[in-house]
């Protein structure tokens, strides 16, 4: 197809304002696969009336769709634009959109930016064309010189959206003859004394219910082309040439478009659901599934927080749609524990509050530190730790009284903590544990103790054990 000898672009930038909800086509590369097959030339349908347009791409042997844009240039129901382009070579039997004609867009329609999309790969290249308020259709076609998923055309874009029709020489020719023919079946008409009936109304109808109702009225059921929308059920009648209404000659053919079902399958909206319910949903529509986790303060843990392409998207059956899922709020990042030494009571509690740390106060006896002064904590300053992590702070009793009866503490690293604490409790010791995560050391593993091990401390004191919950989430 001539288009694979584009340039594909990287970059979609604003183009001209057009109105809001315009239809673009855009081609879209399928590969080299199946390029060495017999191709077929577009026709030229530009400018013809949308019935006409559609026999002669049928004729070349392709499927249609149509499009309708508003387009002050082109007369309503005339093709303005299709895709592909004319002269292109395509594979026989793919699909063509021809983009119709609806006449002047309402003065209070929105407007956008019509942006262009070639080169960019197909999920990207719609989601800018929804963003802007447009809707995309795709359709599929061989080539071998641009990547597969990739567009490497589209219509209307930033330099045919200002097309107009083509002039003819000699318009005062075909005036002259136009007003001939029309003189001669009027006088043949009155000779012939043939009758005239109104067409009926068969939009909404059946094809054999649109064909009976004709046939009554005295007419003939002509061509029947079809139209893929979502607006009609498939099967039923969307348009008909000519219009309701409009008086013809009997025996006169009615031709009709029939609506198809849309291509490919459409996108199905999962965003807020469990991520296993929104999966089930796209596996049934016929679509794979990817799923990544990602921060969100505001999704709650498990649910589908974004998707692409995004709901409502047509794609191939089959096509892989991309899930964010929510794993909750971001934690917060590890801290240091302050060096508490010195310190009373009051300023260690406020040390650790600045760094997100709480404080569980304990007393020890001290011939050295002053009394109600920090003597010792547990971790100790430096060890890295996470917010809201306790930390046993030792406050100074002063020197021990004489009956104060002691005993030495027993080394409990390496055991586990019930070990640990039958241990200490079986030394004469009350014990405290505080749990820290740590690389190096297994689950439910003393690491570190305080007072340290052979130290003598106060009968019924308490030491502290850190224990480890194993590698950091």
Known sequence: MDETRQMPRTQASAGPVVPSGLHVALLVS?????????????????????????????KAGFEVEVLRNANPAFAEGTVSHQLPTAGSAASPGSLASLIVSSGPAPEEVAKTALPDVVGKPVAEATAVLEAAGLKPSVL???SPTVPAGTVFAQEP?????????????????????????????????????????????VTGMTVEEAETVLTDAGLTLGRESEEP???????????????????????????IVVARPLAGVEVPDVVGLPVDDASERLLEAGLAV?????????????????????????????????LSVSQGPEPAANVEVPDLSGMTQAEAEDALADVGLTASILRAFSETVPVDEVVSQAPSR?????????????????????????????DVEGLQRDAARTALEGAGFEVEVI???????????????????GELAAEGSTVVILVSTGPAE
């Open 30 to 58: 399928k590969g080299p696969g199946g390029a060495g097959g017999s191709l077929a030339e577009v026709p030229d349908a530009t400018g013809m009336r949308q019935a006409d347009a559609i026999e002669a791409l049928q």
């Open 140 to 142: 599929e076609e061989f």
């Open 157 to 201: 874009n930033p330099r045919t959206i200002g097309r107009v029709p083509a002039k003819k020489g000699k318009g005062w020719l075909w005036a002259l003859l136009a007003l001939l023919v029309v003189v001669i079946a009027a006088a043949a008409l009155f000779f012939m004394g043939g009758e005239q009936v109104v067409v009926p109304d």
């Open 229 to 255: 929308t979502e607006e009609f059920e498939p099967g039923l009648v969307i348009s008909q040439t000519p219009v309701a209404g409009e008086s013809v000659s009997e025996g006169s053919r009615v031709d």
């Open 290 to 322: 990817r799923a990544e986790e990602v921060f969100s303060a505001d999704v709650e843990e498990g649910l589908v927080v974004d998707q692409s392409p995004r709901p409502g998207t047509r794609v191939e059956e089959g096509a892989e749609i991309a």
């Open 382 to 410: 430096g060890t890295i730790v996470a917010p809201e992590t306790r930390v046993a702070v030792f406050l100074s009793r002063g020197p021990a009284p004489a009956d104060v009866t002691t005993a030495e503490v027993p």
């Open 435 to 453: 749990e820290l995560a740590n690389t190096m050391v297994p689950a439910g593993e003393v690491f570190g103790q305080l007072p340290a091990a």
